[in-house]
């Protein structure tokens, strides 16, 4: 069987090019440490990758909604933490209030204190997150909780769903519906407390109806405290959980797309020595002649 010398040199040229391609593979998957380097290297590797790189996009987006989360949900209930802080203040108060013993001078110097506690209380209500929406007026975070002139609650009840995990969302928000009608309350006992001459009699139903009220806002609001600090309970433990599959996900890419550099050595190896014997071949039949043949 005669080989062209068309043919030959075609032959010689491609072993070369698949040996260098060799090499420089070999060469290239030890410099970068990755053995997958393109997606023909292992379709079924670089599937995998692709699966652990999406579930590791969707895990970080995840991770970042829960620290912003946590964030808010701890701004929430530091300022609940505040209006309970102030309920209770206002509490001993009224309870004062309600001594008979009072004097009308007594009743009127009390009005002082029930007015700046009003005054932080409504600030307290309408208190606004580091983007400018307000922390308990539900989804119409856009409206003041509730309105300083009519004690009107501006906002809602509905909750803003933040996604956490996978089919799990955790609320971010808790509302303030009944502090309106309460501060209202408490504007019209100061009105009447601070009257000149006020009498204790007169005044002691109004102060009695206001301490049950009262407390019914301070059940609410430690309520709300709780719902807040469960959540967060919440999140440290799916953060926790994603870091871990976080973790497991990454040293699973890493022994899927590493490179076996004992293999990859002895592949460069074998690579090399092909070149140079192919090379060292090809130079020599390239020598050759017809005349070498008759001699």
Request: hydrophobic share 35%; proline share 3%; glycine share 8%.
């Amino acid at each position: 069987m005669r080989i062209s010398s068309n043919q030959y040199h075609n032959t010689m040229i491609s072993s070369l090019q698949v040996a260098n391609e060799g090499v420089n593979q070999a060469m290239l998957q030890m410099a970068t440490g990755q053995r997958i380097l393109k997606p023909s290297d292992d379709p079924i590797g670089t599937l995998r990758l692709s699966r652990l790189s999406r579930d590791e996009a969707a895990l970080g987006q995840y991770r970042d909604n829960i620290t912003a989360l946590q964030s808010r949900l701890s701004t929430s209930e530091a300022t609940l933490d505040s209006i309970q802080g102030d309920l209770q203040s206002l509490r001993d108060l009224l309870v004062w209030a309600a001594d008979g013993g009072n004097t009308p001078s007594d009743l009127n110097a009390m009005s002082g204190s029930l007015k700046t506690l009003h005054d932080s209380l409504l600030y307290l209500a309408n208190s606004k997150n580091a983007e400018g929406r307000y922390l308990f007026s539900g989804t119409a975070s856009d409206q003041p909780t509730v309105d300083p002139t009519t004690y009107a609650f501006m906002g809602n009840t509905q909750t803003q769903p933040v996604a956490v995990a996978d089919d799990t969302n955790v609320p971010a928000n808790v509302s303030l519906e009944t502090m309106g009608a309460f501060l209202q309350q408490l504007n019209t006992l100061t009105g009447q407390l601070s009257t000149p001459g006020v009498s204790p009699g007169a005044v002691q139903p109004n102060v009695q109806a206001l301490l049950g009220l009262l407390d019914q806002q301070l059940g609410s609001v430690a309520g709300k405290i709780g719902q807040l600090g469960g959540r967060q309970n919440v999140l440290t433990t799916l953060d926790n959980n994603q870091a871990s599959v976080s973790q497991s996900n990454q040293l699973s890419a890493l022994q899927i797309g590493k490179t076996d550099y004992a293999e990859a050595a002895t592949r460069l190896n074998g690579y090399t020595l092909a070149l140079k014997a192919t090379q060292a071949a090809y130079g020599k039949v390239s020598e050759l002649s017809l005349f070498d043949v008759i001699r």
